[in-house]
């Protein structure tokens, strides 16, 4: 059996190299270098190599042949959330939830894990928290939880493993920068780790039909931490916005295939998580003075809705 092949590769210029170096010797831009694998080198031990997900292998065909029918959507039943999303769930999509450390990505996907047992089997991974700490969580949002699967693990070839014997509708994987695979050396949260490990997830979600939820951490400038590429990876890009010491969050698309990115949804943090404002308008005009002076009521237009808010000079 082959040996597995690692080259470097400059996040700057795009150069490749054999081995590491401080600098670039294209663009001398320096600890640009970082760790790939060479495509189509096996894995070790050789037991992913040829991984398919248990999916059928497809033939090549003219797009033309191709019934372009209607995407199918699955309702989370959220509606905020369904909203932001395009109108529900797509089998096979992967979607990215990026947001402040404690904002409540974490609290957001276990209550739609919640909503979807009942229908799917759905499976979550924990790569920052033991079961134990989730299942605290779960207790305190009263959720039943009867449904959630769940694995603490952080090494992506176990994942995979665990996946295709549970096989899913949809899962969530809680960090993305927590996460590793064994065909790297480098350390977990590295930008050749979340590349790598995100690929061969989503490759995983696409032959299988699997919806797959990312949580990713943001930086203090608040892009997605980790290699740009990752947003290009995946289908959805949402952001979960909002300051912590207030009770309102925002959700937002920046990227999404199947569905507008004007859409938002409004989320209002209470003692048993994450409730949906139906009627952001309501809440945000509601502790206006009537009498007092300088201030308005204007319409701003978020997607297919205008939202009333309070204009104060």
């Known amino acids: 059996m082959a040996k597995d092949k690692k080259q470097y590769s400059c996040s700057e210029c795009g150069s490749i190299s054999p081995k590491w170096a401080g600098q670039c010797g294209e663009c001398s831009a320096w600890n640009s270098l970082i760790e790939i694998v060479v495509e189509g080198s096996p894995a070790k031990n050789g037991r992913f190599a040829g991984y398919t997900g248990g999916a ?3 033939e090549v065909q003219n797009l033309s042949e191709v019934v372009a029918g209607d995407v199918q959507r699955t309702a989370i039943g959220i509606g905020e959330f369904d909203r932001v999303l395009g109108g529900g769930l797509v089998p096979g999509s992967v979607v990215l939830l990026g947001g402040d450390p404690g904002i409540g990505k974490s609290t957001l996907l276990l ?20 079961p134990e700490q989730i299942s605290m969580r779960a207790q305190r949002l009263s959720l039943s939880a009867e449904q959630i699967r769940i694995l603490a693990e952080t090494q992506v070839e176990r994942i ?3 996946a295709d014997k549970e ?9 993305i920068q927590t996460i590793f ?39 203090k400038d608040g892009q997605l931490a980790g290699p740009r590429v990752l947003e290009h990876m995946v289908d959805t890009v ?5 300051d912590r010491n207030h009770v309102f969050r925002i959700l937002r698309a920046v990227k ?14 209470k003692e048993k998580g994450l409730a949906e404002v139906v009627n952001p308008s309501a809440v945000f005009i509601s502790e206006r003075p ?13 997607g297919t809705r205008p939202i009333l808010v309070e204009l104060q000079a």
Request: aromatic content about 8%; hydrophobic content about 40%; overall charge negative.
């Open 167 to 175: 096989q899913p509708a949809v899962l969530v994987v809680d960090s």
């Open 56 to 58: 059928v292998a497809q």
């Open 238 to 242: 949402l952001y979960f916005e909002g």
């Open 290 to 302: 009537e009498s007092a002076s300088g201030s308005a009521v204007t319409a701003s237009v978020e």
């Open 256 to 269: 999404n295939r199947f569905g507008s990115t004007n859409e938002i949804g409004v989320f209002e943090m």
């Open 160 to 162: 995979l493993r665990t």
């Open 111 to 130: 209550q739609v894990l919640d909503r979807l047992s009942s229908r799917f089997k759905v499976l979550y991974i924990s790569g920052e928290e033991s």
């Open 181 to 219: 695979t064994e065909l790297l050396q480098s350390a977990p949260g590295s930008v050749a780790q979340v590349r790598e490990s995100c690929a061969q997830l989503v490759r995983y979600a696409k032959r299988s039909g699997t919806a797959l939820f990312f949580v990713g951490h943001v930086t």
